[in-house]
C-alpha cells in the first residue's frame, strides 16, 4: 500500500491559513494523491486531489512536491468549522480502496 | 452534501443477530465501497460493488456479505453479530474508481 505519514495533530489561528503535511514516499507515479476530513462522528468530506500539478478548488489548494514524495493541503482561511481529522491517501487496490491512517487532527482556535 | 443517504441513522442489536444496512448512491454513480469505523480508528474498507458485481474486497469475514441492485443501491449484511462489530458504517458512492463520496453512515451498537 502507498503508506501516507501526517502529523497527529496541529492547531491553526481562525483566519489564518492552514498548512497540513503529508509524506507519500511510497506512492507511485500514476496514482492520485486523495485528501478527506471527517468533522466528529460525520462521513468523511472529499477535499481535493492531485496527481503531480498543484490544484486548488472552492476548498483548498494542494502543493505536491515534484519528486511526489509528499504533499501540503493548505486551507487559505481557516475557520471553527474547518476543526476535524484530515486524511490524505492514495487510493490502492482493483477498487481504488481508501486506506486511511490515523490523519492530522486539526484545531481552528478563536 | 453528497447525495449519497444511508439507513437506518442508528441501530442496536445482540450479538448472534443479523444486520441489514442500506445505501443510495449519488445520482449517475455506479459504484458502492462500504467502510467499517471502529471507534477512535479511520475507515477500514469492507469492500466494493461495480455494477452489481464484488469488486475488492478487504480483510472482513465471510459473514459481512453486500448486495448492489439495478438502481446501484447497496446493502451491507452482517450474520452473527459479536460485539467487536459495533461501529460506524460508511458507504462511499463513485463513479467507476473516481472520487468517493461518502454518506453520514448508520452507528450499529452490539450487546
Known amino acids: 500500500d502507498a503508506k501516507t505519514t501526517q502529523p497527529p495533530s496541529m492547531d491553526c489561528a481562525e483566519g489564518r491559513a492552514a498548512n497540513l503535511p503529508c509524506n507519500h514516499s511510497?506512492?507511485?507515479?500514476?496514482?492520485?494523491v486523495y485528501w478527506y476530513r471527517q468533522i466528529h462522528s460525520q462521513g468523511p468530506q472529499y477535499i481535493i486531489h492531485?496527481?503531480?500539478n498543484n490544484e486548488t478548488n472552492e476548498m483548498a489548494s494542494l502543493i505536491i512536491t515534484e519528486d511526489r514524495k509528499s504533499s501540503t493541503l493548505i486551507l487559505p482561511h481557516a475557520t471553527l468549522r474547518d476543526t476535524a481529522v484530515y486524511y490524505c491517501?492514495?487510493?490502492?487496490?482493483?477498487?481504488?480502496?481508501?486506506?486511511f491512517g490515523s490523519g492530522t487532527q486539526l484545531t481552528v482556535l478563536p | 452534501e453528497t447525495g449519497v443517504t444511508q439507513s437506518p441513522t442508528h441501530l442496536i442489536k445482540t450479538r448472534g443477530q443479523q444486520v441489514t444496512l442500506r445505501c443510495s448512491s449519488q445520482?449517475?454513480?455506479?459504484?458502492v465501497s462500504w467502510y467499517q469505523q471502529a471507534l477512535g480508528q479511520g475507515p477500514q474498507f469492507i469492500f466494493q460493488?461495480?455494477?452489481?458485481?464484488?469488486?475488492g474486497r478487504g480483510n472482513f469475514p465471510p459473514r459481512f456479505s453486500g448486495l448492489q441492485f439495478p438502481n446501484y443501491s447497496s446493502e451491507l449484511n452482517v450474520n452473527a453479530l459479536e460485539l467487536d462489530d459495533s461501529a460506524l458504517y460508511l458507504c462511499?458512492?463513485?463513479?467507476?474508481?473516481?472520487?468517493?463520496?461518502f454518506g453520514p453512515g448508520t452507528r450499529l451498537l452490539v450487546l
Open positions: 491517501i492514495g487510493p490502492r487496490g482493483s477498487a481504488r480502496q481508501l486506506t
Open positions: 492531485g496527481l503531480k
Open positions: 511510497t506512492i507511485s507515479g500514476n496514482e492520485y
Open positions: 462511499a458512492s463513485s463513479r467507476a474508481q473516481e472520487t468517493q463520496y
Open positions: 460493488y461495480y455494477r452489481e458485481e464484488e469488486n
Open positions: 445520482s449517475g454513480h455506479n459504484t
